[in-house]
């Protein structure tokens, strides 16, 4: 039996990091992607300890800090008139104890470099995946376009990694449960001072700003109620200007630097996930299967847990041809229950720290809260969810430099002649 053959769709943190890890293990894999690059501002720029664990047992952790990037060991909040420790990584008994601040395109353009190392890696940039192939009730490819006319990719196996909008998981037919999301997130970037407060949040009255640090400026992130963003616009500017130092007030003298809404994005949130992952030939991963909130900025790293867990479980059996339903559902089972707790724990992080939406008065915590927070318990599990997750993963696939398998082939015209030529 021939080797199988994998096409990722969406060239995300799953995506590249699952490419990688099949690649990795000799399996010929090819990643789709539909941008032309990987620069797209107001993405979630936090690496956590769980994906630095990866990194440490592939053995790139070094090189990957050689990136430009900055170090969280401990996250504040505050709440009200009142401040938290959302987690202190120096409880963990990871290999890093603390996050990395990197944007998101250093972090794939990394990922990208180490898949090249192998060459069963492929990446398709300017990639649009438009359809799905189907033969004999089993997905077999995927229809895409590009800047040079359409194309095919035939594979023994596709992995929908293309996020929370995934045309991959659109096209199966799988059913998908909406879990609702009552907010949508502004994002801006503002400049930063020496002396700022060092707080990776500020929650009051329904709202939370969540202020990233990417060194020169904050990257920064206002909810608002779900659907109220246009409304905000209409309102202007300066409205928008006054609701972010009402909620962080040492903003004040930089939110000029927003002069209209075009250096604003919205972010429409939305968290549901599907009832099954896969089909015949299909499996959906990260926010494609699970889509996240925001909160705790952990859905990225749950993406990536999602990726080791599946090239783990798929790398034996691509070696034989293509996985069975069988193969497909065990890692369904490994990760649904960490990413249905991850999103039922979100909800209430959102709950009791940023109150309801249509709070009016002063927010402090609740009296039970802020008598455990004179504990470390709460503080320690905060940590654990946010810094290395319900279940943590780890690489149990082999470096076989030498394997190489069949090439994914791919048509460059649908309706004509089809050419066959390894990636």
């Given at each position: 039996?021939?080797?199988?053959?994998c096409c990722i769709?969406?060239?995300?943190p799953?995506?590249m990091?699952l490419?990688y890890?099949l690649?990795?293990?000799g399996i010929e894999?090819?990643?789709?992607?539909?941008?032309?690059?990987f620069?797209?501002?107001?993405?979630g720029d936090?690496i956590?300890?769980s994906?630095?664990e990866?990194?440490h047992?592939?053995?790139?952790?070094q090189?990957?800090?050689?990136?430009?990037?900055?170090?969280?060991?401990?996250?504040?909040?505050r709440?009200?008139d009142?401040?938290i420790?959302?987690?202190?990584?120096s409880?963990?008994?990871t290999q890093?104890?603390f996050?990395?601040?990197?944007?998101?395109?250093?972090?794939?353009?990394f990922?990208?470099?180490?898949?090249?190392?192998y060459?069963?890696?492929?990446?398709k940039?300017?990639?649009?995946?438009?359809?799905?192939i189907?033969?004999?009730?089993?997905v077999?490819?995927?229809r895409?376009q590009?800047?040079a006319?359409?194309?095919?990719?035939?594979?023994?196996?596709v992995?929908?990694a293309?996020?929370?909008?995934?045309?991959?998981?659109?096209c199966s037919?799988?059913?998908?449960?909406?879990?609702?999301?009552?907010?949508?997130?502004?994002?801006?970037?503002?400049?930063?001072c020496p002396?700022?407060?060092?707080?990776?949040?500020?929650a009051?009255?329904?709202?939370?700003l969540?202020?990233l640090?990417?060194g020169?400026y904050?990257q920064c992130?206002?909810?608002?109620?779900?659907g109220?963003?246009?409304?905000?616009?209409?309102?202007g500017i300066?409205?928008?200007?006054?609701?972010?130092?009402?909620?962080a007030?040492?903003?004040?003298?930089?939110?000029?630097e927003?002069?209209?809404?075009n250096?604003?994005?919205l972010?429409?949130?939305?968290?549901d996930?599907?009832?099954?992952?896969y089909?015949?030939?299909?499996l959906c991963i990260?926010?494609a299967?699970?889509a996240m909130?925001?909160?705790?900025?952990v859905?990225?790293?749950l993406?990536?847990?999602?990726?080791v867990?599946?090239a783990?479980?798929?790398?034996?059996?691509?070696?034989?041809?293509?996985?069975?339903?069988a193969?497909l559902?065990r890692?369904q089972?490994?990760?649904?229950?960490?990413?249905?707790l991850t999103?039922?724990?979100?909800?209430l992080?959102r709950?009791?720290?940023?109150?309801?939406?249509?709070?009016?008065g002063p927010?402090?915590?609740p009296w039970?809260?802020?008598?455990?927070e004179?504990t470390?318990?709460?503080?320690?599990m905060?940590?654990?969810f946010?810094?290395?997750?319900?279940?943590?993963e780890?690489?149990?696939?082999?470096d076989?430099?030498?394997?190489?398998?069949?090439?994914?082939t791919?048509?460059?015209?649908?309706n004509?002649?089809?050419?066959?030529?390894p990636?």
């Amino acid at each position: 039996m021939s080797p199988g053959t994998c096409c990722i769709v969406g060239g995300g943190p799953a995506g590249m990091m699952l490419g990688y890890l099949l690649a990795r293990a000799g399996i010929e894999v090819l990643v789709l992607e539909k941008h032309a690059d990987f620069l797209r501002d107001f993405r979630g720029d936090t690496i956590h300890p769980s994906t630095l664990e990866i990194m440490h047992e592939l053995g790139v952790l070094q090189e990957f800090l050689k990136r430009p990037h900055q170090k969280s060991y401990r996250a504040r909040a505050r709440i009200g008139d009142g401040e938290i420790v959302l987690g202190d990584m120096s409880y963990l008994r990871t290999q890093c104890r603390f996050m990395v601040m990197m944007p998101q395109w250093d972090f794939l353009d990394f990922l990208a470099e180490q898949g090249r190392r192998y060459p069963t890696f492929h990446l398709k940039m300017q990639t649009e995946v438009t359809g799905l192939i189907e033969e004999q009730g089993r997905v077999a490819g995927v229809r895409g376009q590009t800047p040079a006319g359409p194309v095919e990719v035939r594979a023994d196996l596709v992995v929908g990694a293309d996020g929370r909008t995934s045309a991959v998981r659109s096209c199966s037919g799988l059913a998908i449960e909406d879990l609702g999301a009552p907010m949508d997130v502004l994002w801006m970037r503002l400049p930063k001072c020496p002396g700022d407060p060092v707080m990776l949040a500020y929650a009051d009255r329904g709202r939370a700003l969540v202020l990233l640090d990417r060194g020169s400026y904050w990257q920064c992130g206002l909810s608002v109620p779900k659907g109220a963003a246009e409304k905000l616009r209409e309102r202007g500017i300066e409205d928008f200007r006054a609701l972010i130092v009402e909620t962080a007030s040492f903003l004040r003298d930089r939110v000029g630097e927003l002069r209209n809404w075009n250096d604003v994005r919205l972010l429409t949130v939305r968290v549901d996930r599907l009832r099954q992952w896969y089909r015949p030939g299909l499996l959906c991963i990260g926010d494609a299967a699970h889509a996240m909130s925001p909160v705790g900025g952990v859905g990225i790293n749950l993406a990536i847990q999602d990726a080791v867990a599946a090239a783990n479980i798929l790398a034996g059996p691509l070696r034989q041809g293509p996985p069975s339903t069988a193969d497909l559902a065990r890692i369904q089972r490994r990760r649904e229950f960490p990413a249905r707790l991850t999103q039922r724990v979100q909800a209430l992080i959102r709950k009791q720290v940023g109150g309801s939406l249509d709070d009016s008065g002063p927010r402090r915590l609740p009296w039970p809260l802020r008598l455990l927070e004179r504990t470390t318990l709460p503080r320690r599990m905060r940590t654990r969810f946010i810094g290395v997750g319900i279940r943590l993963e780890h690489v149990k696939t082999p470096d076989v430099s030498n394997a190489h398998s069949g090439p994914v082939t791919h048509n460059q015209d649908m309706n004509g002649p089809s050419s066959t030529e390894p990636l």
